[in-house]
């Protein structure tokens, strides 16, 4: 079993920063391709940024984020973090992230493609 677990979200005012940590525990032998996702009150929710398994992986990310937002793990791969810059008020949300056991060169960006999901930090960006 792997578990996932967020940490770092808060209340920023526009134009701020935070950076978001997923800690990842369980079967930490392998490594997952890694998806952010955030879900604002009455929205679906929505992948953010990705990122493939291989060590150096391919990333992407959503139009309204890029060049903003920035996601990247650490060597062993068992943290990944979100990097968020110029926050909006439209960036508001509950950000998840999601961990893909399969081995995919091209990160997925749907939540049926994560197999493992944390409880989710939320982020509140004050105008």
């Known amino acids: 079993q792997v578990q996932l677990v967020e940490s770092g979200g808060g209340l920023v005012q526009a134009g701020g920063s935070l950076r978001l940590s997923c800690a990842v525990s369980?079967?930490?032998?392998?490594?997952?391709?890694m998806g952010w996702f955030r879900q604002a009150p009455g929205k679906e929710r929505e992948c953010v940024a990705a990122?493939?398994?291989?060590?150096?992986?391919?990333?992407w990310y959503a139009d309204s984020v890029e060049g903003r937002f920035t996601i990247s793990r650490d060597n062993a791969g068992n943290t990944v973090y979100l990097q968020m810059n110029s926050l909006k008020p439209e960036d508001t949300a509950v950000y998840y992230c999601a961990a893909d056991e399969t081995r995919r060169l091209i990160p997925p960006t749907t939540t049926r493609d994560y197999d493992y999901w944390g409880q989710g930090t939320p982020v509140t960006v004050s105008s």
């Open positions: 990122i493939s398994w291989s060590t150096g992986g391919r990333t």
């Open positions: 369980g079967r930490t032998y392998r490594r997952y391709g």
